[in-house]
């Protein structure tokens, strides 16, 4: 059974990319990265929104070829799996391992989900707010940055309530924090 995880990079006070879709600030360091790697080398399917999927897409593409070890990582992680880009207004996909879902429907999502052999991570800030208000993400993986960007894309919705338990920590050297956090059940 596998499990439905959010791993996001924020600023401190919350921002995934800044007033101008801006995110250089998140670029992280060999060390984030390979934590960053090392969480998500067990996930079968990436689920995303369009504008995560625009974003994402290069690496199907992008030439490893003399690139550190992290970024090579990366790349086999994101070419094995398979991608699901939820958009009501992308005509087609053409990345290998990709197909493409005009709804986000909730119990279609928990069914695979639950069927899955390996975890599934869910990406894009519209898409996961989806999955935070159905009450269905497991794990929420957060590589926080040592900035404040004062305003743009939050990474977690407003108006949802999910009581959490930290179950991992690290801090790294560049100032950034991971925390993972699994949902707390009742």
Sequence with gaps: MGRLVYSTLASLDGF???EDGRFDWAVPSAEVHAAVNARLHGVGTFLLGR???????AWDAVDVTGQPAEVVGFARIWRAADKVVYS??????EEPRTRLERHFEVDGV???VA??????????PDLAAAAFRAAIVDDVVLHVF???IGAGTTAFPADVRLDLELVAERRFGDGVVGLEYRRARS
Excluded: C, K, Q, W
């Design 51 to 57: 504008r995560l999927y625009e974003v994402m897409r």
């Design 110 to 112: 928990r069914r695979f």
């Design 146 to 148: 040592p900035v404040l």
């Design 16 to 18: 995934i990319a800044d």
């Design 88 to 93: 009501r207004t992308l005509r087609s996909v």
């Design 115 to 124: 069927a899955a052999g390996r975890d599934v991570a869910i990406g894009g």
